[in-house]
T-cell receptor, first 113, second 112 residues
Framework: AQKITQTQPGMFVQEKEAVTLDCTYD???????LFWYKQPSSGEMIFLIY??????QNATEGRYSLNFQKARKSANLVISASQLGDSAMYFC??????????FGTGTSLTVIP | KAGVTQTPRYLIKTRGQQVTLSCSPI?????VSWYQQTPGQGLQFLFE???????NKGNFPGRFSGRQFSNSRSEMNVSTLELGDSALYLC???????????FGPGTRLTVL
């Protein structure tokens, strides 16, 4: 079974609007971390946000927030007030302690002016 | 603090050759992971090293190998290159085996 599933290959959003990128994960561990990364066309993966499985509040970092629904095994990324520079690939990832990182297939986000 | 550095940034090799890529992690980070990224296969995990020991390994043939030195710098070697090895190779470091990984800019390898 896939550890990380991102069902949206491509998304479009109008500049200044909010957008939600979906991510579901599969684990039987109680302790794990969830991550989102951004990859612009330059290729470098940029860390955006982290959510621990025991964190009761949703993580936020500036315009990024992670909508964590543990029972549904969902970790959606919400980008508020989209900017042209947000156009990129976005990857959801999970890590169980001591185990490798598992990445999803990514969502390509295009911000329309 | 300086980020993860990878050298070289670009490489062109021919089939059958071998190649060595280098990664210097963020200062104080002891874990280094390597990934291969291609348009067709996406991001695939190669291996992870922590304190000079390979801790996790992906599903790649034995032509792909790596090592980590006592200063946490890591090298990845690919022997007998094939056309399908053309890819962006990304290195990431973290302070521990459960922590956030930070990526380098990648090495773009082209095999002709």
């Amino acid at each position: 079974a896939q550890k990380i599933t991102q069902t949206q290959p491509g998304m479009f959003v109008q500049e200044k609007e909010a957008v939600t990128l979906d991510c579901t994960y599969d684990t039987s561990d109680q302790s794990y971390g969830l991550f989102w990364y951004k990859q612009p066309s330059s290729g470098e993966m940029i860390f955006l946000i982290y959510q621990g499985s025991y964190d009761e509040q949703n993580a936020t970092e500036g315009r990024y927030s992670l909508n964590f629904q543990k029972a549904r095994k969902s970790a959606n990324l919400v980008i508020s007030a989209s900017q042209l520079g947000d156009s990129a690939m976005y990857f959801c990832a999970m890590r169980e302690p001591g185990n490798q990182f598992y990445f999803g297939t990514g969502t390509s986000l295009t911000v329309i002016p | 603090k300086a980020g993860v550095t990878q050298t070289p940034r670009y490489l062109i090799k021919t089939r059958g050759q071998q190649v060595t890529l280098s990664c210097s992690p963020i200062s104080g980070h002891r874990s280094v992971s390597w990934y291969q990224q291609t348009p067709g296969q996406g991001l695939q995990f190669l291996f992870e090293y922590f304190s000079e020991t390979q801790r996790n390994k992906g599903n790649f043939p034995g032509r792909f190998s790596g090592r980590q030195f006592s200063n946490s710098r890591s090298e990845m070697n690919v022997s007998t290159l094939e056309l399908g090895d053309s890819a962006l190779y990304l290195c990431a470091s973290s302070s521990g085996l459960s922590n956030t990984q930070y990526f380098g800019p990648g090495t773009r390898l082209t095999v002709l």
